[in-house]
Nanobody
Framework: QVQLVESGGGVVQAGGSLRLSCAAS????????VGWFRQAPGKEREFVGA????????YYADSMKDRFTISRDNAKNAVYLQMDSLKPEDTAVYYC??????????????????????WGQGTLVTVSS
């Protein structure tokens, strides 16, 4: 089974950029779609976006598509979340998750019966004003 570890979180000023990484262990990483989620203090977990197994296509929540970009490098067993023009309301713990089925990731926060197979432990992003 794949295991995921996020990194790259930290403190950034509003308007700045940050790139998060999701490193995977296991030789079957390329058979998983990967999604990014975030959870702000006192709020429910929110879907950010996801990328298919090959990395050719991505899918974003409407509120995220203008400033966030997901990419992956299967040779490095890694998925990235590039975040630009950051705002204080982007402050949250960011998680990556993997599942063989993209749809499972897309509806993970709206369908209680959709549970991604693997979750990372999260990395904190703090955007200061």
């Amino acid at each position: 089974q794949v295991q995921l570890v996020e990194s790259g979180g930290g403190v950034v000023q509003a308007g700045g950029s940050l790139r998060l990484s999701c490193a995977a262990s296991g030789r079957t990483f390329s058979t998983y779609a990967v999604g990014w989620f975030r959870q702000a203090p006192g709020k429910e977990r929110e879907f950010v976006g996801a990328i298919i197994k090959s990395g050719i296509s991505t899918y974003y929540a409407d509120s995220m598509k203008d400033r966030f970009t997901i990419s992956r490098d299967n040779a490095k067993n890694a998925v990235y979340l590039q975040m630009d023009s950051l705002k204080p309301e982007d402050t949250a713990v960011y998680y990556c998750a993997a599942d063989p089925v993209l749809y499972t990731l897309v509806v993970a926060t709206t369908d209680k019966d959709s549970n991604p197979e693997v979750w990372g432990q999260g990395t904190l992003v703090t955007v200061s004003s």
